[in-house]
């Protein structure tokens, strides 16, 4: 059974940075896509940004510029490195990963609040 655990969330000012991490442990296998999703007060859950076990990339329109995803395969683990951060950035953080090859998998962590706030 995969369990994945994020990490890094907190309180920041507007224009200020963080960097989420999320570490999955159990055995994963490839092709998988990892992703970051967000869902802020009042908001239905949205995905933030996602890769691949290929390092393929994509951003939600509103993050492009300003949040990087990467992957550590051989740690298992995914980060998300904030910069520029905005009043709206403000949700709760959750890693997602979604496996491919039979039996696949959908599995989520237990999120990281992330608020960004003067």
């Known amino acids: 059974q995969v369990q994945l655990v994020e990490s890094g969330g907190g309180l920041v000012q507007p224009g200020g940075s963080l960097r989420l991490s999320c570490a999955a442990s159990?055995?994963?296998?490839?092709?998988?896509?990892m992703n970051w999703y967000r869902q802020g007060p009042g908001k239905e859950r949205e995905l933030v940004a996602q890769i691949t076990s290929g390092s393929i990339t994509n951003y939600a329109d509103s993050v492009k510029g300003r949040f990087t995803i990467s992957r550590d395969n051989a740690k298992n683990a995914v980060y998300l490195q904030m910069n520029s951060l905005k009043p709206e950035d403000t949700a709760v953080y959750y890693c997602n990963l979604k496996v491919f090859r039979s039996p696949g998998g959908d599995y989520w962590g237990q999120g990281t609040q992330v608020t960004v706030s003067s």
């Open positions: 159990g055995r994963i296998s490839s092709p998988n896509v």
